[in-house]
């Protein structure tokens, strides 16, 4: 009798065993992807290409108060943070599209670890998987993993913030009461005040809910993390309004309340978001989080989903709750804001993976864990077949494609001589710097072209097919098309 009831629960234990070694198979075939990845494309215009060469240029002056956006000319509109990753990678790895995509793989993977530490201390080892899994493979998460921008840092210090407050609210270690602090010097560093604000939004509608305000107060060392906060974050603020005055102003006014208060504001030094109808970050975050926002598509149709999604469990339930306000805090308050991006939605990606396994444990028998590997796979294969097209210059051609290497690499094979002579008309795009270690210049008046022109020296000319038409018929009666790549034209005078 016992000889059966062991061989029964070894029949049992073994599928469940195989199905979450799908998950990890996925999980891994995901992140190697990822990282073997970073090199294997294109830096991409504007957001990419403008980081790397601010990372660049930091690593090249060796001033690590200010980025740049241009040799002499700051960069305001953002804290140093991941600009610093970006250099410091430069240094390590050489300049480079692997280098300067790196660091965000290195804060993904620890929000990925924060993720899993969670899930596992609050259920099982096996849910911190599926969870993990699910927050890589997610559309955003993956893309952000790979993406040279400044929201992988705020991520990370939020995800620290968020994982932090719970543990100390279930089981206070003066350790992780010192990461609350700390996860939120990093998002100030990373993006400014904003990144107080969403986690602040979130836990301060959570403590209100389940009346914690005396556990938050007595679980926190909010007198000393308030000075770690100061020492971490401070002095870069001070330094950097004193090596350009009009900073602070600029930043935490203008960045942080024009930008959002008023529409069109012309402050912009940088140039802005575009102006979406109000509610449009739901519809982003459902973009955003593909595959596995494909669950809300399907409530609707599934009356056993509709049970588990749509409880009162959901917000009764002190952790599921914690992860709901979590998941709501960047989605409510970029609700009326019109302008926004897609990547505004990366706080709340940790709490809709953790969620998102939630439901799929509620759902169902472990042979389900196969699908969620198959579904998973499905981003990790994308960017594959990319990589593998990039690698046969199919998107080469592509003006959908909005990078200039290929531009400044047809140049150089059409280069004359020793002289640097690749000229942008009209504009010149962050990837054309970057491709050309910052020496293709820039014409930008009809008038600057035609005076280049006259000046002989066997220049090229770059410029975007759809501002031909702006240049004058005495430039364009005097040259002539050698390439097109991504959109860009590349002109040589014709010789008299």
């Known amino acids: 009798m016992n000889a ?5 629960a070894s029949a049992t234990v073994r599928p469940a065993r195989t199905a979450i070694q799908a998950v990890v198979w996925v999980l891994a075939f995901t992140v190697l992807i990822r990282l073997f990845s970073l090199g294997a494309y294109p830096l991409f215009d504007k957001t990419e290409a403008r980081y790397a060469l601010i990372g660049e240029l930091m690593y090249a002056t060796g001033n690590w108060i200010t980025p740049l956006i241009e040799l002499g000319v700051p960069f305001w ?29 290195i804060m993904l993977a620890l929000v ?43 991520l990370l210090g939020v995800t620290l913030t968020m994982v932090a407050f719970w543990t100390c609210m279930t089981s206070p270690t003066r350790a992780w ?69 009009g900073f ?9 309340f ?27 975050a459902l973009l955003a989080m593909l595959p596995w926002s494909f669950i809300v598509l399907l409530l609707p149709f599934h009356r056993r989903l509709r049970e588990v999604v749509i409880s009162r469990e959901l917000i009764r339930d002190r952790w599921l709750s914690y992860l709901l306000f979590w998941f709501l805090g960047s989605l409510v308050f970029f609700t009326v804001p019109r302008i926004i991006l897609i990547t505004y939605v990366a706080t709340s990606l940790p709490a809709f993976a953790l969620l998102t396994a939630h439901v799929l444990r509620r759902l169902g028998d472990d042979a389900r ?15 594959l077949a990319f990589v593998i097209a990039n690698r046969f210059e199919a998107f080469a051609f592509s003006p959908a494609v909005p990078t200039e290497k290929h531009v400044v690499q047809a140049y150089e094979a059409q280069r004359r001589g020793s002289d640097y002579n690749l000229i942008y ?71 008299p």
């Open 177 to 245: 009461g010192f990461m609350f602090f700390i996860g939120l010097a990093i998002a100030l560093l990373a993006k400014g005040p904003i990144g107080v604000v969403l986690p602040g939004l979130s836990i301060a509608a959570w403590v209100a809910w389940h009346y914690k305000w005396r556990e938050t107060w007595r679980n926190l060392p909010w007198i000393a993390g308030t000075v770690l906060i100061v020492v971490m974050v401070v002095p870069w603020y001070l330094l950097a309004e004193r090596a350009t005055p």
């Open 258 to 284: 024009e930008r959002f208060a008023r529409t069109g504001w012309s402050g912009d030094l940088y140039g802005g978001p575009r102006v979406f109808p109000y509610g449009t970050i739901w519809l982003f």
């Open 4 to 8: 059966s009831v062991d061989v029964t």
């Open 112 to 154: 990925a670890n924060l993720v899993f530490a969670m899930a596992t201390a609050v259920r099982d080892r096996d849910f911190g998987l599926v969870a993990v899994c699910v927050f890589f493979s997610t559309g955003l998460s993956f893309y952000l993993a790979g993406g040279v921008m400044t929201d992988p840092a705020l």
């Open 77 to 105: 509109a953002k804290p140093p943070l991941s600009v610093w990753g970006t250099a410091l990678a430069y240094a390590a790895f050489g300049v480079n599209e692997f280098a300067a995509r790196f660091p965000s793989f």
């Open 369 to 383: 864990r196969y699908r969620i590997a198959l579904i998973a796979a499905l981003m990790p294969g994308v960017c």
């Open 425 to 495: 008309l009209l504009d010149r795009p962050f990837s054309a710097e970057f491709y050309s270690a910052r020496r293709a210049k820039l014409a930008q008046t009809a008038q600057d072209a035609v005076r280049m022109l006259q000046q002989g020296g066997d220049p090229l000319f770059a410029v975007s097919r759809k501002r031909l038409a702006e240049l004058p018929a005495e430039l364009s009666a005097r040259v002539e098309t050698v390439v097109e790549r991504n959109g860009t034209l590349l002109l040589r005078p014709i010789k």
């Open 248 to 256: 602070l102003n600029y930043f935490i006014i203008g960045e942080h």
